[in-house]
């Protein structure tokens, strides 16, 4: 059997406490977390890293985002309350945001370390910077950023 990730663990254990507690709408968002992690471990046939699980969280509340501005747009205010309150809650489990200045310090070395001259090289760049930021940076952002600073 595959070992769980730290994140999953951490989960795992708050959606026990809810359980105890009588939260029920917490219970729920957790477990769906729980099986969002669990399918991604069993698909990958690894033991995950906390990036592998970050990567799972960050696709999950990208989820509920849409869901969400679907929903309001609908009138569902009820559901759309519910998706908030899950993209909160799985933003608790994943670290800060990288701000401006330190994802362009990042790009700034990685262009250095991979000798990155020309956008056709953005992918040496990407790959050397994607562990770095894993689950602390928007991945669409971070390509604008390297595409920019390598005159793309």
Do not use: C, N
Not at 51 to 68: Q, W
Not at 94 to 110: K, N, Q
């Amino acid at each position: 059997m595959r070992e769980l990730g730290r994140i999953e663990t951490r989960i795992k254990d708050d959606a026990t406490t809810a359980l105890k507690a009588g939260d029920r709408r917490r219970r729920a968002a957790l477990s769906q977390f729980v099986a969002a992690l669990k399918k991604e471990r069993i698909d990958s046939r690894k033991d995950p890293t906390e990036a592998d699980e970050l990567v799972v969280l960050k696709r999950e509340r990208k989820r509920r985002a849409e869901a969400l501005e679907l929903y309001e747009q609908a009138g569902r205010t009820d559901l759309a309350d519910q998706e908030r309150f899950e993209a909160e809650l799985l933003g608790s489990y994943m670290p800060e945001e990288l701000s401006a200045d330190e994802l362009e310090g990042l790009v700034d070395e990685a262009i250095v370390a991979t000798g990155a001259a020309s956008p056709k090289e953005m992918g040496k760049v990407m790959a050397k910077l994607m562990p770095q930021v894993a689950g602390r940076a928007d991945g669409k952002l971070l390509s604008e950023l390297v595409r920019t600073k390598l005159g793309g």
